[in-house]
T-cell receptor
């Protein structure tokens, strides 16, 4: 079955330090992967996506993600965290067979000053 | 600027009531989606539509129905609300034909529904 997993419920990092939010996937066929962010009391906002091509994908707000086919991972990264990055982050994978996105359970990122 | 609006931010209803959640997008998108968001479960797809008057069941359609009479509007209906339908409901839209995997979805702000 196609699925996506976010193994960490919460990630804590100090402002200015690099951050990583983990995502692994399981799909048959080519994976189409997305990251979304949800700020408090807001809907989800698109950050970045991997469809094909370069394994390092750059997105909004200085975020990037690395697609690793051998490890079936698509981790979200940022070189220097900001307090304003504190939010809920969702990884998602597109299911070709049924034309829909499958979301992970979400990871809460807390950046302390 | 892309915009998806939902009729209410907060809603409180009683068990057994019929509940309508409305979603409108102004981007002329073909596809529209209804999700519910619960802590620890992420987003789960209730229904989606890739054209006017078309609808497809998602992962958790039980207890819900939808209506799409116009391209810009997608309504979620709880026929008889129950307490286990207390949740955050998110509407989204995306361009492209059905199966267009490369397009991101645009989300509304959500409706937090409480059923008492």
């Amino acid at each position: 079955a196609q699925s996506v997993a976010q193994p960490e419920d919460q990630v804590n990092v100090a402002e200015g330090n690099p951050l990583t939010v983990k995502c692994t996937y399981s799909v048959s066929g080519n994976p189409y992967l997305f990251w979304y962010v949800q700020y408090p009391n807001r809907g989800l906002q698109f950050l970045l996506k991997y469809i094909t091509g370069d394994n390092l994908v750059k997105g909004s707000y200085g975020f990037e993600a690395e697609f690793n086919k051998s490890q079936t991972s698509f981790h979200l990264k940022k070189p220097s965290a900001l307090v304003s990055d504190s939010a809920l982050y969702f990884c998602a994978v597109w299911m070709d067979s049924s034309y829909k996105l499958i979301f992970g359970s979400g990871t809460r990122l807390l950046v302390r000053p | 600027d892309v915009k998806v609006t939902q009729s209410s931010r907060y809603l409180v209803k009683r068990t057994g009531e019929k509940v309508f959640l409305e979603c409108v997008q102004d981007m002329d998108h073909e596809n529209m989606f209804w999700y519910r968001q619960d802590p620890g479960l992420g987003l789960r797809l209730i229904y989606f539509s890739y054209d006017v008057k078309m609808k497809e069941k998602g992962d958790i359609p039980e207890g819900y129905s939808v209506s799409r009479e116009k391209k810009e509007r997608f309504s979620l209906i709880l026929e008889s609300a129950s307490t286990n339908q207390t949740s955050m409901y998110l509407c989204a839209s995306s361009p492209g034909l059905a199966g267009a995997f490369s397009y991101e979805q645009y989300f509304g702000p959500g409706t937090r529904l409480t059923v008492t």
